[in-house]
């Protein structure tokens, strides 16, 4: 998929626009699959705290993915323990170890920070905030862009005009207003950083 991806977006390349966008895809991969061990010991130690609570998760059912949400202005997306949603460039911090569950067909989701347990949620006025509870607030669509970015809008709520309203980090990291996102912006753009070893940690 990915390699078909990248074929396909070879014409655009010869004009140099998303090479940069290319590269550092190629980094946070390599980063990813040639992990060094002292952060697969993060990993491992920000995932073992909530074993027990995930399990619970793997119960209600649903394909659920453990990621981390790499924003196109190059900050991880954290949910913290007062439910504040921001952006580290500590590639440690272990709020921003996410899982991201399929709540129905057509790309809708939870997503929620594995340490904190707050779901990302956003309101009608288009403002990002961590929840304990569940509701279809925090229900996002997740629409694949090329070059391997995705963009996460609110399922429920949209723009008076009824655009959508993405998740959005800023260059500083700081989460955008809802009705300020677009999906052409690179603040609402996410590499879903996978990394093996928390799946198989999860088993
Ligand atoms: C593991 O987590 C604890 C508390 O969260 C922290 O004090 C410790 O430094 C962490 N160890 C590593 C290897 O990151
Ligand atoms: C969370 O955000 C609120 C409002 O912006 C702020 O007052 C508070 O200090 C933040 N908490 C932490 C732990 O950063
Ligand atoms: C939306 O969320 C923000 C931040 O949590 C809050 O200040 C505001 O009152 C909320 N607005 C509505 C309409 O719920
Ligand atoms: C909807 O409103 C936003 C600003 O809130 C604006 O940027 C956008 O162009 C509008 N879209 C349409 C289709 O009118």
Known sequence: MHIWRLKWNLPHLLFGLYLHIIIIVASVSLACSD????????????SKHERH???YDYMEGGDVRI???FSGTQWFLTIDDSGNISGTQDPKNC???????????????????????YYISMNRTGMLRGKKEYSDSCNFKEVFLENFYSAYSSAKWTK????????????????LRGRRTRKEHPSSHFLPRECKEDDKHLD
């Open 35 to 46: 992990k060094v061990p002292e952060q697969l010991a993060t990993v491992m130690n920000c």
């Open 53 to 55: 609570t995930r399990n």
């Open 67 to 69: 990621r981390r949400l």
């Open 95 to 117: 709020y921003s170890i996410l899982e991201i569950r399929t709540v129905s067909e057509g790309g809708v989701l939870a997503i929620k920070g594995v340490k904190s347990q």
């Open 160 to 175: 008076q005009n009824g655009t959508e309203m993405f998740i959005a980090l800023s260059r500083n990291g700081k989460p």
